[in-house]
C-alpha cells in the first residue's frame, strides 16, 4: 500500500475561487482511507480540531454537504465543521456553525483544489476527526493513492472484510457462513499478515492495521459478509 503524505502547504497555489460550498453535482461515492494523524497534522492546527487524535480519516469526494442538524447536539452526537481555504500562502478559516437545528440551513457544493474540510465528529463517549478534500486535492499533490487492494485469495478477502466489518464475537458464525473453517482461517491471517494487514498478538487475538482497514475499504462491494 502507497504511503499517504500531504503536500506542504507552501506547494498549495490558490485556485481561482475562495469558497468550499459551490452549486451541487451529481453523488459520487467517497473514498475513505484511515492515516496517521502526523499526516494531516498541519489541518488539524490549523482548524483547532482533532489535535491530540492519533489517527485521522481521510475522505476523497468531490463534494461535501452537512446541515444544521448535523451541527446541533442531539442524544450526545454532532459534528463540528471546520473549511479551510489555502489563499495567497495563508489559511481562510471559516467554521460552519448553526443557531437551531430547525431553521432548515444547509450547505452543499464542490470541494475546491485548495480546500479542506475538517470534521470532528463526536459520537457519545467517542470521537474521531475526517479531513475531507477532493481527489485533485492540491493537499494530494504527488501522491499516488491506492485505488484497489492487493490481489489475495478469495478467503482472504473475505476473511479482511469480515474483520473489518464486525465485532469479534459475531466473526465465528460469519466464517462459518462462508465456509471458512480453522485451518482455512489460519492460513487466511498468514496471508494477510503477509500484506502487513493483520497483527496477532500472544494470546491469539487478530487485529487490523491501518493498512489492513483500508485495504478492505477497497475490496468490491459485492464481497458479503
Not at 470521537?127 to 486535492?137: F, I, K, L, N, R
Not at 493513492?145 to 473489518?164: G, N
Request: proline share 6%; net charge neutral.
Amino acid at each position: 500500500m502507497t504511503d499517504i503524505v500531504l503536500a506542504s502547504s507552501a506547494a498549495i497555489e490558490p485556485t481561482t475561487s475562495t469558497t468550499a460550498i459551490a452549486p451541487r453535482r451529481p453523488y459520487v461515492e467517497p473514498k475513505r482511507l484511515d492515516v496517521p494523524a502526523s499526516v494531516v497534522r498541519e489541518l488539524l492546527q490549523a482548524a483547532g480540531l482533532g489535535t491530540s487524535c492519533a489517527k485521522a480519516t481521510l475522505v476523497l469526494q468531490p463534494t461535501y454537504s452537512t446541515n444544521a442538524g448535523a451541527l446541533s447536539w442531539s442524544d450526545g452526537c454532532k459534528d463540528e465543521v471546520v473549511v479551510l481555504t489555502r489563499t495567497a500562502g495563508a489559511w481562510v478559516v471559516q467554521a460552519l456553525t448553526v443557531l437551531s437545528p430547525w431553521d432548515g440551513a444547509s450547505w452543499t457544493g464542490d470541494i475546491g483544489q485548495n480546500v479542506a474540510i475538517v470534521v470532528y465528529k463526536h459520537r457519545g463517549v467517542r470521537g474521531w476527526v475526517e479531513v475531507v478534500v477532493a481527489p485533485d486535492s492540491a493537499f494530494l499533490a504527488g501522491v499516488e493513492l491506492p485505488t484497489e487492494a492487493p490481489a489475495m485469495s478469495e478467503a482472504a478477502a473475505i476473511v479482511l472484510r469480515i474483520l473489518d466489518g464486525l465485532k469479534a464475537s459475531y466473526r465465528p458464525n460469519a466464517y462459518a457462513r462462508n465456509g471458512i473453517g480453522p485451518a482455512a482461517l489460519a492460513a487466511c491471517i498468514e496471508e494477510l499478515k503477509g500484506f502487513g494487514f493483520v497483527t496477532v498478538n500472544k494470546a491469539g487475538s487478530v487485529g487490523l492495521t491501518l493498512a489492513g482497514k483500508n485495504a478492505a475499504r477497497l475490496l468490491p462491494r459485492m464481497l458479503c459478509l
